[in-house]
């Protein structure tokens, strides 16, 4: 289980021309490191902009009869919120972790096709930026984050807002699907010599499977989203029932897509999960191949289970019957994942560091998120359950108890690799339990709210329901939990000016990123690792072992800085206003820039 020929192993420089240079050098990078920082710090933006909407909503809803917000204004934030938190904040959260772990995991000097690597963040920044800018033209979309229709129609949708939000969605799935594409070709072709499948790490395993589910769930809604888009600007009746169309239709493209992309959020942060457990627990993961298989298996029936978000449309018994049996026979495949992870920690040497306890928060939480989602795999249960707060509950404890607490295991434990500095272990554990805390007062509490039959989706409720004393205290966790955030940036911040140097390898991973030094070279490896087993920095006989960054292996080349990719983005942004405003001459400048920048693109050398 050696690495051999890895470089540098055991360097204790940092390399900090991984991150020098001035703005233009960030915006022509194609360095798989530096795009994954640019995600990792826009995306959480996003994040918190995700955030301050949700304050927002729990200051209008901390009592009964508020007048704080409108009901317009509550409508844009609630549409806002839950497309941000999906689209601009977890989605791209986890691609940050993909852009800058993956190829280090897998032994490559970058990714497949570095300037679509480029491309695909550019896209997703200004669509995001594009998104949110309807803000300033007359209000942000307002027809919920799921766009059902008749809402999204222009009859009960005028103006542009819900154009935003469908030109802006396409923009961000042009996005995803070429950044699937180049993991999928990353992945399969340039593992290092010895890399099989059955011994690449869970991480790169879980990207792979995330991977093959964006590219074939994205085109579902990409076709809901052009059929609402000609509906919207051309006339059609795709979903007008009066003109043979069907509202259902919008649905069910929706949620066949919507359901994998649960998975497609949740599946990132089980590999982290995978990687921190094994570490702190100074043990291989127990089951290695039983934790692959389950990922598989998870994203094939994850497209099977999509109705039973439509429980309450009628569809029939029959229809019912087998959603409700995929959807219970989907908790299979992930308790098998907690239960390996349960037997990994048991009997181990356990480290108590900062993201040991966020993996561990992460399992309690997503316990809890997982129990409820059978509840609502009961079709007479969910019935009772849909457009209640009990479904706000259940969603939260899956996205944030699950996600959002394995992605910030991921960050506690890859940033020293990232910046060559170790975060404060006392802030971190103060984040964490603050966090948990606040989060469990904010959500718990929703549960009941919803059996008590309070309504989802509304921007107010009458005194005398018996909801004032659990939404009060859903705000204040609210209000905690925002501060929670506040700790990690005030520790993300103070490490670049306190914060202890990490060395290499600061926690003992056993993975071939840790191989190097931190910060990583522009090169990644000077040599090309060979790894003959699992785990590979824990291997017994290291006799073989390579002996650093020698330097007389003369530094290999990297593909050059190009201003294409971005370009090309810049065009597509340009299109989708002229498209949004239809405007023909805005729609053929923007075609130019995209020709234009594909033109340069193919045509300029890969390294210079």
């Known amino acids: 289980m050696a690495v051999t020929e890895a470089s540098p192993a055991g360097a204790s420089h940092a390399h900090e021309g991984t991150y020098s240079g001035g703005l233009l050098s960030w915006i022509t990078t194609v360095d798989h490191k530096r795009i994954g920082v640019m995600y990792g710090v826009s995306a959480f933006f996003f994040f918190l902009v995700g955030g301050l909407e949700a304050l927002l909503i729990r200051l209008q809803l901390g009592s009964p ?47 497949a096709f570095p300037r679509l690597n480029a491309f695909s963040f550019w896209v997703f920044f200004l669509g995001a930026l594009f998104m949110n800018a309807s803000f300033l033209f007359g209000g942000a979309p307002d027809a919920g984050w799921f766009g059902y229709a008749n809402l999204t129609s222009t009859q009960y949708s005028p103006g542009m807002r819900v154009d935003f939000w469908v030109i802006g969605l396409l923009v961000l799935g042009v996005s995803s699907i070429a950044a699937a594409l180049n993991f999928i070709v990353t992945i399969i072709n340039l593992r290092c010599e010895g890399m099989t499948f059955m011994r690449m790490p869970l991480f790169t395993w879980m990207t792979l499977i ?98 039973h978000h439509m429980f309450a449309v009628g569809l029939g018994p029959v229809a019912n019957t087998v959603f409700s049996a995929a959807t219970m026979l989907i908790a299979i495949p992930t308790g098998v994942k907690i239960f390996n992870w349960i037997a990994t920690l048991w009997g181990g040497s356990l480290r108590m560091k900062t993201p040991l306890y966020f993996a561990l928060g992460f399992i309690a939480m997503f316990i809890i998120g997982g129990l409820s989602g059978i509840m609502h ?48 272990e006392r802030l971190g554990k103060l984040h964490f339990w603050i966090m948990l805390i606040s989060f469990n007062v904010t959500f718990f509490p929703q549960h009941f709210l919803g059996l008590h039959g309070m309504p989802r989706r509304t921007f107010t409720y009458e005194s005398g329901l018996g909801f004032e004393v659990m939404n009060l205290m859903s705000t204040v966790g609210s209000m905690l939990l925002g501060a929670s955030m506040l700790v990690f940036i005030w520790n993300v911040l103070r490490m670049f000016r306190k914060g202890e140097p990490a060395g290499d390898n600061p926690w003992e991973g056993s993975t071939l990123e840790w191989s190097i030094a931190s910060p990583p070279p522009h090169y990644n490896f000077r040599v090309l690792p060979r ?78």
């Open 65 to 111: 009869e508020n007048t704080l917000i409108d009901p317009d204004l509550y409508n844009q934030l609630f549409t806002m919120h839950g497309t941000t938190m999906v689209f601009l904040a977890i989605m791209p959260l986890s691609a940050a972790f993909f852009n800058f772990i993956v190829p280090l995991q897998i032994g490559a000097r970058d990714v």
């Open 210 to 307: 995330t991977s093959f589910l964006l590219v074939m769930a994205f085109p579902a809604i990409t076709v809901g989203l052009v059929l609402l888009m000609f509906d919207r600007m051309f006339g059609t009746l795709f979903f007008n029932p009066l003109a043979g169309g069907d509202v259902l239709l919008w649905q069910h493209l929706f949620w066949i897509f919507g359901h994998p992309e649960v998975y497609i959020l949740l599946l990132p942060g089980l590999g982290i999960i995978s990687e921190v457990i094994p570490v702190f627990s100074r043990k291989p993961l127990f089951g290695y191949a039983f934790v692959v298989y389950s990922g598989i298996l998870i994203a094939f029936l994850g497209f099977g289970v999509w109705a």
């Open 377 to 424: 795999s009961s079709a007479p249960s969910d019935l009772q359950q849909t457009d209640t707060y009990f479904i706000v509950a259940h969603i939260h404890y899956v996205l944030f108890g699950g996600v959002m607490f394995a992605l910030f295991a991921g960050m506690y434990y890859w940033i020293p690799l990232v910046t060559g500095r170790m975060l404060s």
């Open 531 to 608: 790894v003959s087993g699992r785990d590979p920095l824990w291997a017994e006989d290291t006799s073989a072992a390579a002996p650093g960054d020698d330097p007389s292996v003369p530094e290999p080349h990297m593909p050059g800085p190009s201003y294409y990719p971005f370009v090309t983005s810049v065009g597509i942004i340009v299109m989708a206003g002229g498209g949004l405003t239809l405007t023909l001459p805005v729609v053929f400048l923007g075609v130019a820039l995209i020709l234009f920048g594909i033109y340069g693109w193919a045509l300029q050398p890969l390294e210079h």
